[in-house]
């Protein structure tokens, strides 16, 4: 018989809601015993809704509660090291929604605090856009068919930030986002996945295209920090170049894509449809296949429990891992 494992959630915002709490609940023996969000209200209708046990006034009574023995963080990022160290530290398993931290820095803290306690699990949520595509993405690479990869694109772009009268949001405040840029940071951890060497930055450039915008707490008018395009080129270790391109201010259905070029085949990864383009040298663009056993789905929830009772390596995402995307990420918001 497996032990019961009890589960605290610090913070129950949209992704906790939609994955960790019916995730956890479907899962023999795992108890969802207490939750604190942003005020007592809100945690008593996760409690109503998904069959908490209970709320706690704070997140340190989630960290310290002897019931626990794990705390999933579904803070924004200015959070996730203050509350994983703690956690760590009081003997508990961390699951942190992404991104891992405000800044590298922290999350440079997050790591050390779990390398001092290895018997604990520490696992980040990951990027979720192309796990089902990821096993035959890298099959791809590493049996030659795509050839050696000369340019990598990125393309996300949208039209959610084109609204000057639409307030701004914590993804847009460096008091709750830290220095996490647009979606960069998502699409970086896939292609830290794909490819194992690191990759460095060349030049940004990045705009504000509204200035100001309403507070979306206080309702005063504010300074927009964080840009609402970006524009970014690197390179990686063995000399492929990188072409990010992210928006929120672009009209129309926007674009959603992974673009590698080889010197076989380009593969296109269109991350909306969920779907593989290969073209041949000289060939038309045809959808691959992706067989149905390399479709890996969602199941963060299944890994971490997996881990904490088997001693499962942490695969998606380890503090790690999430380090790598951080020291991109700070290379960018430095060069901006």
């Known amino acids: ?128 856009f192309t796990l089902d595509l990821d096993s035959t993405v890298i099959g791809l690479i590493e049996t ?10 990125i393309d996300h772009s949208h039209a959610a930030l084109l609204d000057p009268e639409a307030p701004l949001t914590w993804r847009q405040d460096p008091q709750y986002s830290g220095i996490n840029l647009l979606t960069m940071g998502i699409y970086q951890e896939i292609i830290d996945r794909w490819f194992p060497d690191l990759a460095s930055v060349l030049a940004v450039q990045g705009h504000i295209a509204v200035p100001h915008r309403k507070h979306w707490e206080t309702g005063e008018q504010t300074s927009v920090r964080l840009p609402d395009c970006l524009h970014i080129l690197g390179r990686l270790e063995r000399g492929t170049l990188l072409n990010y391109h992210f928006s929120g201010i672009e009209p129309g259905p926007g674009r959603n894509e992974i673009k590698l070029v080889g010197s076989r085949a380009t593969l296109r990864v269109d991350v909306g449809q969920g779907k593989l383009l290969l073209a041949e040298a000289g060939g038309p663009e045809k959808e691959f296949d992706i067989p149905e056993e390399s479709r890996r789905g969602w199941r963060v929830e299944e890994d971490f429990i997996d881990s904490i009772r088997n001693g499962t390596p942490v695969r998606l995402t380890s503090f790690t891992d999430g380090l790598r995307y951080m020291q991109f990420t700070q290379k960018v918001f430095e060069s901006l």
Not at 144 to 153: D, M, P, Q, V
């Open 1 to 128: 018989m497996s032990m019961p494992i009890g589960i605290g959630f610090v913070g129950a915002g949209g992704n906790t809601r939609l994955r960790h709490l019916p995730g956890f609940a479907s899962i023999k023996d795992v108890r969802l015993v207490s939750v604190a969000n942003r005020s007592e209200e809100s945690s008593l209708r996760v409690v109503r809704e998904f069959g908490v046990e209970k709320t706690a006034p704070d997140w340190r009574a989630v960290v310290e509660d002897p019931e626990v023995d794990a705390v999933c963080i579904g803070t924004w990022p200015y959070l996730h090291a203050e509350v994983s160290m703690a956690a760590l530290k009081a003997g508990k398993h961390v699951l942190t929604e992404a991104r891992m931290a405000a800044n590298l820095p922290d999350a440079e803290l997050m790591l050390a605090t779990a390398e001092a306690h290895p018997d604990r699990v520490a696992q980040i949520v990951p990027s979720p």
């Open 144 to 153: 030659g068919r795509l050839g050696e990869i000369k340019e990598i694109f």
